[in-house]
């Protein structure tokens, strides 16, 4: 073989391996690429606390599609007996949720007893299961509702009742606009 076959040889190596590293790059850019745009379009099924003070502070469970595609919810468990809580003994919070299917940005909202809640020293955990068109999901989460009882929220209130009920709800929606 002549040095100029060698240089050719060379060069057919040298592009072979630079396509071959081009490809790797490409697909690893591609699977990349694909997961970002799932994160991001998936849905996000979050169930957490809220705490809303108009008169007397009460305590709700809010499940809420925070993601940007809905989801069928499959599984929803809850470590204790959530009828405990309930306002009415019939009625178990969330219990026939499973099967519900949950747009973007639509949630579903529970009132819970916040008296008998926060008696013990308890802290909710929910596992959750939801499938949207072609994966299926699972998180937990965790409430700890002596969190809740550490915030303070002084109000303001007027002299006659009504308004202090007022009062009470308009400077609750100023606190939710912060």
Same mark, same amino acid.
């Given at each position: 073989?002549?040095?100029?076959?060698?240089?050719?040889?060379? =060069?057919?190596?040298?592009?072979?391996?630079?396509?071959?590293?081009?490809?790797?790059?490409?697909?690893?850019?591609?699977?990349?690429?694909?997961?970002?745009?799932?994160?991001?379009?998936?849905? *996000?099924?979050?169930?957490?606390?809220?705490?809303?003070?108009?008169?007397?502070?009460?305590?709700?469970? %809010?499940?809420?599609?925070? =993601? +940007? +595609?809905?989801?069928?919810?499959?599984?929803?468990?809850?470590?204790?007996?959530?009828?405990? *809580? +309930? *306002?009415? #003994?019939?009625?178990?919070?969330?219990?026939?949720?499973? =099967?519900?299917?949950?747009?973007?940005?639509?949630?579903? %909202?529970?009132?819970?007893?916040?008296?008998?809640?926060?008696?013990?020293?308890?802290?909710?955990?929910?596992?959750?299961?939801?499938?949207?068109?072609?994966?299926?999901?699972?998180?937990?989460?965790?409430?700890?509702?002596?969190?809740?009882?550490?915030?303070?929220?002084? #109000?303001?209130?007027?002299?006659?009742?009504?308004? #202090?009920?007022? +009062?009470?709800?308009?400077?609750?929606? %100023?606190?939710?606009?912060?």
């Amino acid at each position: 073989m002549t040095t100029s076959d060698w240089i050719e040889i060379l =060069g057919i190596i040298t592009s072979l391996i630079t396509s071959i590293i081009a490809i790797i790059i490409s697909v690893k850019t591609l699977q990349q690429n694909n997961k970002m745009i799932e994160e991001s379009t998936r849905p *996000y099924i979050v169930v957490c606390g809220k705490v809303i003070n108009c008169q007397d502070p009460t305590f709700y469970l %809010v499940l809420k599609n925070y =993601g +940007s +595609s809905g989801a069928t919810i499959t599984s929803f468990k809850c470590n204790c007996d959530l009828s405990k *809580y +309930s *306002y009415s #003994k019939s009625h178990i919070p969330f219990e026939h949720i499973a =099967g519900t299917f949950v747009a973007p940005n639509q949630s579903f %909202v529970t009132a819970l007893l916040k008296n008998e809640l926060f008696k013990n020293d308890l802290e909710l955990k929910f596992d959750i299961t939801y499938k949207n068109s072609d994966k299926e999901y699972s998180d937990s989460f965790n409430i700890n509702l002596s969190s809740y009882t550490d915030l303070i929220q002084p #109000k303001a209130a007027t002299d006659n009742k009504e308004l #202090k009920i007022i +009062s009470y709800a308009l400077q609750d929606l %100023v606190e939710k606009q912060l």
